[in-house]
C-alpha cells in the first residue's frame, strides 16, 4: 500500500517499517519453514515470486504491511535486516466493507517470540489502521492449531464469530469502537510515534 510507503512507527519494543526490496531475501528464508507455512497457511514461493509479491503490497490498495524490527537491535545497530523478528499485516479484503480489514502477525524469528512483540506489534496496526486507515471493523482467522495466537487475539478483545472445519480456523473480529480495557491499557504503554521512514542514499 502506497499510503504507508513512507511511513515509521515506534514502540517501546518493536519498530514497524514498509516492506522494502530490501528485507525480501531474509522473509523468503523465513517462509521456507513448514512450521511457519502451517502457522500462516502459506505456500513456499520462489525467491523471485516472493519479490513480485513484495511489489504488489507496495502497489496494491487493498494491502497494507510492516516488517517488524527488534527496537533494541535495531537502536544498537541502525541494521533493519538484523533487527527483522516478524510481519504484521491488513488485507481489505471485504467486498461490501472499505472500513473492514483482516489483520495478522508473524513473528518468525523463534528468539524473539515469548516477548511481547507480537502483542505489541498488533496494537500499533491497531491503532495506526483505525486513526489513518478509516478502519471500523478488525477481522482475525487463526488456525485452530496455532493456540497462542488465538490467546493473543482473545486479549486483544476480539470475539469468535465463526469456524471454518473445511480450513480448520476460526474468525474472530473486534469494531474500533469496542477495544477491550486490555487492548487500550496497552496502547497507551506502547508509546507508539509515527515518523517519516528514511531510506539509506
Same mark, same amino acid.
Given at each position: ?21 530490501? $528485507?525480501? /531475501?531474509?522473509? $523468503? ?6 512450521? *511457519? ?6 505456500? !513456499?514461493?520462489? *525467491? ?12 496494491? @490498495? ?7 524490527? @527488534?527496537?533494541?537491535?535495531? &537502536? ?5 535486516? =538484523? /533487527? ?9 479484503? &471485504? ?23 507480537? %502483542?505489541? /506489534?498488533? *496494537? ?8 489513518? *486507515? ?13 493456540? !497462542? ?5 482473545? %486479549? ?16 474472530? =473480529? ?11 491499557? $496497552?496502547?497507551? @504503554? /506502547? $508509546? ?10
Amino acid at each position: 500500500m502506497k499510503a504507508n510507503a513512507d511511513v515509521q512507527v515506534n514502540g517501546a519494543q518493536v519498530v514497524l517499517v514498509p516492506y522494502e526490496h530490501k $528485507h525480501v /531475501a531474509k522473509y $523468503h528464508t523465513w517462509m521456507q519453514s513448514e512450521e *511457519l507455512q502451517e502457522l500462516t497457511a502459506s505456500e !513456499p514461493l520462489s *525467491l523471485e515470486e516472493e519479490y513480485a509479491m513484495q511489489k504488489s503490497w507496495r502497489e496494491d @490498495d487493498d494491502k497494507c504491511t510492516f516488517i517488524v524490527l @527488534d527496537r533494541q537491535v535495531f &537502536d544498537a545497530s541502525s541494521d533493519e535486516i =538484523e /533487527a527483522m523478528v516478524g510481519d504484521v499485516n491488513l488485507f481489505f479484503n &471485504d467486498p461490501d466493507s472499505k472500513s473492514t480489514a483482516e489483520i495478522e502477525i508473524m513473528i518468525a524469528e523463534p528468539s524473539a517470540r515469548g516477548k511481547g512483540f507480537g %502483542r505489541q /506489534a498488533l *496494537l500499533m496496526m491497531m491503532d495506526y489502521a483505525v486513526k489513518n *486507515l478509516s478502519v471500523t471493523k478488525l477481522v482475525a482467522k487463526i488456525g485452530f492449531s496455532n493456540a !497462542p495466537s488465538l490467546a493473543l487475539f482473545e %486479549r486483544l478483545g476480539f470475539k469468535e464469530v465463526s469456524r471454518s472445519e473445511v480450513f480448520k480456523e476460526v474468525t474472530l =473480529e473486534v469494531q474500533s469502537t469496542e477495544l477491550s480495557d486490555y487492548a487500550r491499557q $496497552h496502547q497507551d @504503554d /506502547a $508509546h507508539a510515534t509515527i515518523t517519516q521512514y528514511q531510506r539509506p542514499q
